[in-house]
């Protein structure tokens, strides 16, 4: 599935994001800085913005491709690193417990005696039940 950017935003995402830019200013300021003036300028920007873009939604429009742009390779970044942190973290000491332990739930080791990995299943269903169409 290829990743797009959404750089054609409807009228209601732009509004969400005016929103959202009057929490996350103020928010984003205060944990950089964590000072109340500078936390205070960044509230009044971030109303301005959410004002501007709640009726005119297309004021907002350059902003949210910006920064759509400048957090799109991030994310991606992020997102690789979340999953190989998973598998590392995860996947692999599973791997190895079941290695040493000697756990084969998918029976792919043979033993000598055999001829064949074929097992034999008993039926569960009756040859009625299949033609049942409810």
């Not at 920007?45 to 400048?70: H, K, N, Y």
């Not at 000491?93 to 029976?107: E, H, T």
Request: glycine share 6%; proline share 7%; net charge positive.
């Amino acid at each position: 599935m290829p990743v797009t950017l959404n750089i054609q935003p409807t009228s209601r995402q732009l509004r969400q994001f005016a929103v959202l830019c009057f929490v996350a200013f103020p928010l984003l300021t205060w944990l950089w800085t964590r000072q109340a003036p500078a936390t205070g300028w960044a509230a009044v920007v971030g109303g301005t913005v959410a004002t501007a873009g709640w009726l005119q939604p297309a004021v907002v429009r350059p902003l949210f491709v910006l920064l759509t742009l400048i957090t799109f390779p991030i994310g991606l970044v992020v997102g690789e690193l979340a999953m190989l942190l998973v598998f590392a973290l995860a996947f692999v000491p599973l791997a190895v417990l079941f290695r040493i332990i000697g756990r084969d739930s998918l029976q792919r080791r043979a033993t000598a005696d055999e001829k064949s990995f074929w097992q034999p299943r008993p039926s569960t269903r009756k040859l009625k039940d299949y033609f049942r169409q409810f």
